[in-house]
């Protein structure tokens, strides 16, 4: 079983930078693909990254390509997943999620996830 634990999110102008890291517990954790959601209100949960747990493949949404990075170091347990040029509709609460996640985000078999953190960008 993995625990995760979201960090890192706050408030930002738009055209900002945030970080945001995704602390696991657990041995295994080197073995799942990782990836990160986002919902903002209102509307429902998006895939927006992931990075898969053997070579380290990585896949994301259209909507942030080029303009977000997932990363992930084993040795940590940690995921990253760092945000440039935040933009108004960036605004969700993201969670990082653990387990066989495909390239477009969906979810096979048990899927682990954090508490999420908020990220709000001001226009």
């Known amino acids: 079983q993995v625990q995760l634990e979201e960090s890192g999110g706050g408030l930002v102008q738009a055209g900002g930078s945030l970080r945001l890291a995704c602390a696991a517990s657990?041995?295994?954790?080197?073995?799942?693909?990782v990836a990160w959601f986002r919902q903002a209100p209102g509307k429902l949960r998006e895939f927006v990254a992931r990075?898969?747990?053997?070579?380290?493949?990585?896949n994301y949404a259209d909507s942030v390509k080029a303009r977000f990075t997932i990363s992930r170091d084993n040795a940590k347990n940690t995921a990253y997943l760092q945000m440039n040029s935040l933009k108004s509709e960036d605004t969700a609460v993201y969670y990082c999620?653990?387990?066989?996640?495909?390239?477009?985000?969906?979810?096979?078999?048990?899927?682990?996830w954090g508490q999420g953190t908020q990220v709000t960008v001001s226009s």
């Open positions: 999620a653990a387990g066989t996640i495909t390239a477009d985000g969906r979810m096979v078999g048990t899927t682990y």
């Open positions: 657990g041995r295994t954790f080197s073995r799942y693909t």
């Open positions: 990075v898969t747990g053997g070579a380290g493949s990585t």
